[in-house]
C-alpha cells in the first residue's frame, strides 16, 4: 500500500510503474487539488493496473476523499490530469465524462442511500435506470448483491432504519450492482466492527 504525503507535499509515485502485461485503467499525473488558495495535494502521480486493488491512505484532513472526488469527475483538479484508459476525464465534455462515469461503481462514505426507498429499490435504481431488463431479473439481481453483503433479509427496511454499518454495506451493494469496470470506495470499512470489515 502507499499513502498519500500531508498537504503541500508531492506524492512522488512512479506514473510509469505499469507491468508489462498491461497499460494503466486509470492514471492521476501532476494533479494538484485545492479550494480557492488552499492547496490538498501537489503534483500528485500514480497509475492504477486493470484487475489491481490500490489504496489512498493518510491521515485524516489530507485529501482521501478529494482525490477520489476528482477520480470520479466531481471536482475538477486546479493542475495536471485523470486519464481513463488513456482519455483525459477533464479534457472531456460534460456529456463525455457522464459516459466515462457509468463505467464507476462508487462507494461513498455515508453510503448515500436515498432515503425514501428501501434497500432494495436503493439496489434496483441503478439496474432501473440504465439496463433493459425486466423487473424480475433486476430482483434477482438485487437479491444476489443485497445477499454478498450480508443484508439478504433486509430488503424492504428504510435507511432510516439500518446502522451506519448496514448502510455502508447497503452502498456496497448498489456499487456492485452494474459490475461496472472500475470500483472506487470512500473508506470502505470506517464504521464497522472487525469482523464485518474483514468481511468487506
Known amino acids: 500500500m502507499r499513502s498519500l504525503q ?18 494503466a485503467r486509470l492514471c492521476c499525473r501532476g494533479v494538484t487539488l ?12 500514480f497509475s492504477i493496473r486493470r484487475g489491481s486493488v490500490f489504496a489512498l491512505m493518510g491521515g485524516s484532513g489530507c485529501g482521501n476523499s478529494t482525490v477520489l472526488r476528482a477520480m470520479i469527475g466531481l471536482l475538477r483538479p486546479s493542475g495536471g490530469s485523470v486519464l481513463v484508459d488513456e482519455e483525459g476525464l477533464w479534457a472531456s465534455s460534460a456529456a463525455r465524462r457522464g459516459e466515462i462515469g457509468r463505467r464507476f461503481g462508487i462507494l461513498f ?4 442511500l436515498r432515503s425514501s426507498m428501501t434497500l432494495a429499490e436503493n439496489v434496483a435504481l441503478p439496474l432501473q435506470m440504465f439496463t433493459s431488463l425486466d423487473a424480475a431479473a433486476i430482483d434477482g439481481l438485487v ?19 439500518l446502522s451506519g454499518g448496514m448502510r455502508k454495506r447497503a452502498g456496497l451493494a448498489r456499487a456492485l450492482a452494474l459490475d461496472r469496470d472500475i470500483l472506487f470506495f470512500d473508506e470502505p470499512c470506517a464504521g464497522l466492527d472487525p469482523v464485518t470489515a474483514r468481511r468487506m
Open 6 to 23: 500531508p498537504a503541500r507535499k508531492s506524492c512522488g509515485f512512479d506514473v510509469d510503474s505499469i507491468a508489462a502485461d498491461g497499460a
Open 109 to 112: 462514505q455515508n453510503g448515500a
Open 34 to 45: 485545492g479550494f480557492g488558495s488552499r492547496i490538498v495535494q501537489r503534483d500528485l502521480s
Open 143 to 161: 437479491r444476489l448483491k443485497l445477499a454478498l453483503v450480508g443484508l439478504g433479509g433486509a430488503r424492504s427496511r428504510m435507511p432510516s432504519e
